[in-house]
Nanobody
């Protein structure tokens, strides 16, 4: 079964950190650019960060630049999103997707995980 599984979400105070993981099973991520997207209640889904298949290029939404870092470990078939200095406006369900179009756009018919909730609140 081909799937992506996110983990690492949770409740964190403003200024805190979380690391999200996106693990693939049933297929290899090596050849795909991968992206993290998020959707907050009442808002459209937006691209947060995407990384090229080699990991040599990464793109970020302006709202997360300097705070979030995307990385990948192809040997582990996993992509990560390190989130620092979290703000209440980062609260959303975070999804990973493959493939994506660079710089960071969804592709129709791609693979999506089930999402992981990130809540930033004091």
């Amino acid at each position: 079964q081909l799937q992506l599984v996110e983990s690492g979400g949770g409740l964190v105070q403003p200024g805190g950190s979380l690391r999200l993981s996106c693990a693939a099973s049933g297929f290899t991520l090596d050849y795909y650019a991968i992206g993290w997207f998020r959707q907050a209640p009442g808002k459209e889904r937006e691209g947060v960060s995407c990384i090229s298949s080699s990991g040599g290029r990464a793109n970020y939404a302006d709202s997360v630049k300097g705070r979030f870092t995307i990385s990948r470990d192809n040997a582990k078939n996993t992509v990560y999103l390190q989130m620092n200095s979290l703000k209440p406006e980062d609260t959303a369900v975070y999804y990973c997707a493959a493939p994506v179009l660079e710089p960071c756009t969804e592709v129709a018919g791609g693979y999506w995980g089930q999402g992981t909730q990130v809540t930033v609140s004091s």
